[in-house]
C-alpha cells in the first residue's frame, strides 16, 4: 500500500511537471542542461547522447 501511495504521488508530480514543460519550452532544455551538470558533478563514466531541441519539441507537441 505504502508503495502505491508512493507511485501515485509520484504520478501526480509528473503529471505537474509536464504540465509546466509544456507551457514553457525553454523549461524542457534548462531541465536537459540541469540533468548534464548533475552528471559532470557525479565524476562517473556515464555517456550522454544529446539530441537537439528541436526534435524534442515533436515528441512534446503530440
Do not use: C, W
Request: aromatic share 4%; glycine share 2%.
Amino acid at each position: 500500500v505504502i508503495a502505491a501511495e508512493g507511485e501515485m504521488n509520484a504520478s501526480r508530480a509528473l503529471k505537474e511537471a509536464s504540465l509546466v514543460i509544456a507551457e514553457s519550452p525553454s523549461a524542457l532544455q534548462l531541465r536537459y542542461l540541469q540533468t548534464l551538470n548533475t552528471i559532470a558533478a557525479e565524476k562517473n563514466s556515464t555517456i550522454i547522447f544529446p539530441l537537439p531541441i528541436d526534435m524534442m519539441q515533436s515528441f512534446v507537441k503530440h
